[in-house]
């Protein structure tokens, strides 16, 4: 009997490709099958990598042999998919966001915990070297206490890249990637408390790559304060107009009494890290240890990987259910702030992830 966790695929879509080449390089997963609505593709991807096709959600979730479902559905899917999973008894890694509202969220939280089952959410990407390499140095104490960060999420217009836009702008910039931001900085200094916003839709008549025009109706900028209960405050700029050109596409800046932190990328593992004493020129900052260098530059299987272990290990994983659902609650938090124009309060709470071994203190 083999003892690597069996794991499958649901949703075959634009980025499950680099999901699997991650998971079948792991001694600890089995990639045992994919699905998806569209048959075609989960038989494209199961022979790319050697695994069953399922024609079903239902059929996959009956193979004994899977224990971890990975969900790549569309946002949308996300709350009944993983809701589909847990109840069939499976341990769930999801895509972002957890659900498009925190009571559902936090549903699927109570779901997992009533069942005995992990439940693990991206992004994951705090678990970069190149993130780990910017907490560490927070956590050192080289720039004093933080007393406020910056975060930029200039995406690009969707449909330059992408041959089916409409869903992004359906949940908007917010939901699709400022979430990112979120899920670093929480998983930083831990929960946040209030958030006050502004949104704004910048260019509401759009055409996809085949010419089709349609329409945005929601918001595709949003500038909002997020305060921390540990003192932070964060402001976070994200839109689905600016494109990749710009310098400050995905970046943040923390700065302390002491000093300041410019991490290149909150989304790539490789992002440059570089400090600077108050008043004085950023310099760089070795990484932790060589970041990971695959084409897309995440390793989109290392939270799985991290979920396989920990269940091995019997501790806690680090990409939390329930770290995703409170950054779910700052997002509805956000879009209640920019339809009430005023401040709204938040008051889940999650336990922050441990750093990566590698990123530690005492293994330096």
């Excluded at 989960?42 to 399922?54: D, I, P, S, V």
């Excluded at 970069?128 to 007393?147: D, F, N, S, Y």
Aim: negative net charge; proline residues 6%.
């Amino acid at each position: 009997m083999s003892n690597k966790m069996g794991v499958g695929i649901v949703g075959c879509g634009n980025i499950a490709e680099a999901y699997a080449q991650n998971l079948v390089t792991y001694p600890q997963i089995e990639l045992i099958g994919v699905t998806d609505i569209d048959s075609r593709r989960a038989t494209e991807l199961a022979a790319k990598f050697n695994c069953r096709a399922y024609p079903s959600l239902d059929s996959m979730l009956a193979d004994e042999r899977i224990a971890l479902v990975v969900n790549l559905t569309i946002h949308h899917a996300h709350k009944e998919v993983v809701a589909q999973c847990l109840e069939a008894g499976k341990h769930v890694h999801s895509e972002k966001p957890l659900a498009l509202t925190y009571e559902d969220a936090r549903g699927l939280v109570a779901l997992a915990n009533q069942k005995g089952l992990r439940l693990g959410c991206s992004p994951f990407t705090f678990m970069g070297e190149g993130q780990q390499t910017a907490w560490k140095a927070i956590r050192e104490g080289r720039l004093g206490p933080v007393r406020l960060a910056y975060a930029e999420v200039n995406w690009g217009r969707i449909e330059s890249w992408h041959p089916a836009p409409a869903p992004f702008y359906q949940v908007g910039p917010l939901f699709d990637v400022g979430v990112y931001p979120l899920t670093l900085l929480t998983a930083m200094f831990g929960p946040a408390r209030r958030v006050s916003a502004f949104g704004k839709i910048l260019k509401a008549d759009r055409l996809t790559k085949a010419g089709e025009p349609f329409q945005v109706t929601s918001p595709d900028f949003v500038l909002a304060t997020v305060e921390l209960a540990n003192g932070t405050l964060a402001r976070l700029t994200c839109n689905f107009y600016v494109g990749f050109h710009n310098k400050q596409k995905s970046g943040i800046e923390f700065h302390g009494d002491v000093g300041s932190l410019y991490l290149s990328t909150w989304h790539d593992f490789n992002g440059t890290v570089e400090y600077a004493e108050f008043g004085q020129e950023y310099q760089p900052v070795p990484w932790v240890k060589p970041p990971f260098e695959g084409p897309r530059k995440v390793e989109w299987g290392r939270a799985v990987l991290d979920m396989a272990q920990a269940i091995a290990e019997g501790r806690p994983h680090r990409a939390t259910g329930e770290q995703a659902a409170h950054v779910v609650e700052i997002l509805c938090a956000i879009s209640t702030s920019i339809e009430t124009q005023q401040p709204v309060a938040i008051e889940s709470e999650f336990t922050p992830p441990r750093p990566m071994e590698w990123a530690m203190e005492d293994q330096q």
